[in-house]
Each structure stands twice: as C-alpha cells, then as structure tokens.
C-alpha cells in the first residue's frame, strides 16, 4: 500500500452487509476508491522521480492533484481495511487505552460521533494515536492527519458516496451502522507498530 505501484486493500462487498449494502460498497470501492488509485498511480508514471517517495509523503505533496489523490487513495485504504464483519471487539489492552482517553467505549462512541456528525460537507473522523495518547478528530476532503505525529487507527468516511445510496440524509444512522463493523484487531495492529 506504501509504495509505487499502488493497490487498493482487498474487500468482499458481502461481508459488510447489512450495515453497509453490496451496491454502496461497489460504487464506493470500484467507483471513487478505484479512481483516486488509478490516477495517483497515472501521476506518478508522469513524474517518474516520485515512484520511490512513500505515500507518507505524497499526502503532502506540493502538488495539488498529487496531494489531493494520494490523501483519496491513502484514507481509503485505512477506512476499508479497518472494517470487517460484524466488527472484532477491542482487547483488554485496548479497551484500557480508550477508557483512558474516553471514559468507556460508550464516551469514545459518542465523542467520535460528535466529531463525525461536524464534519460540514465531504470529510472524516478519525481515532488516532499521538504521543501514546489515543485523540479524535477530522479532516475536511481528502485531507490527512498528520501522520508525522499523529497515527490514523481507524476512519470513518463521511463523504456522501459512502453512505447515501443507504441512508440518504441519515448521517447519524450511517455512523452507528459504521461502529459495528470496527475491526478493532487491525486498529490495535496498527497502535502496537509504534507504542507498547
């Protein structure tokens, strides 16, 4: 996922459903996930110099279709890979980690969706790591966290085309759907890369 050539992480639209239908997820996956792979991909064929700069870095590229593509490609990847079905409850150790930062499961759920539901137009919410300390918050398109410092553990896609053939105008729905489908094993995969 880190390095030129780019793929998309490998999801069956079926094990998503009912909370997420087959035919969001294909248009999700095959239409706007598939676009921002193909073109950041396009791009760097055209700057051949950029085919060995992680996509750490590209999400932060100068230019703005690089960026703009690369940050498309990049919170895809996290926000798909991050789900599973019916969801994968969080350890122990996790779950210590989040009662810590958020009070229970129930305080981070309704932070995270408070953050999410705040989100004016096309964005996301994200859990992420800074520091040891597990923090919530959003990025506006297809803007990214900070990765410098602040490492995404899981997204939730708040753009339009992730929700609305299924619930239409019902953000909140959408967002509750979302939750039981955490793959808490792979947010804590990725925690325990960088702290222990």
């Known amino acids: 996922m880190n390095t030129y050539p780019f793929s998309r992480v490998v999801l069956d639209y079926s094990d998503l459903s009912p909370e997420l239908s087959t035919f969001t997820l294909s248009f999700h996956y095959e239409g706007h996930y598939k676009k921002y792979t193909d073109e950041l991909n396009a791009l760097i064929e055209k ?4 085919k060995c700069v ?5 999400i932060f590229s ?9 940050g498309g490609f990049y919170n895809h990847g996290i926000y798909f890979s991050r789900m599973a079905k019916g969801g994968k409850k969080p350890s122990e150790h996790m779950e210590k980690r989040i009662s810590k930062a958020f009070g229970g499961m129930d305080g981070f759920y309704k932070q995270f969706k408070k953050a999410a539901m705040s989100i004016k137009g096309s964005g ?3 859990l992420c790591c800074e520091n040891g300390t597990l923090k919530i918050g959003t990025t506006v398109n297809q803007n990214t ?18 929700y609305y053939l299924d619930y239409q105008n019902r953000k909140s729905e959408y967002i509750d759907a979302w939750f039981k489908l955490i793959d808490w094993e792979k947010a804590e995969d990725a925690l325990l890369k960088i702290v222990r």
């Open 47 to 50: 700057n051949p110099q950029l």
């Open 54 to 58: 992680p996509l750490e870095k590209l």
């Open 62 to 70: 100068r230019n703005d279709d690089i960026r703009f593509n690369a």
């Open 124 to 126: 996301y919410a994200w």
């Open 145 to 162: 966290p900070s990765v410098d410092r602040l490492i995404p553990l899981i997204c939730c896609d708040m753009w339009e085309h992730a």
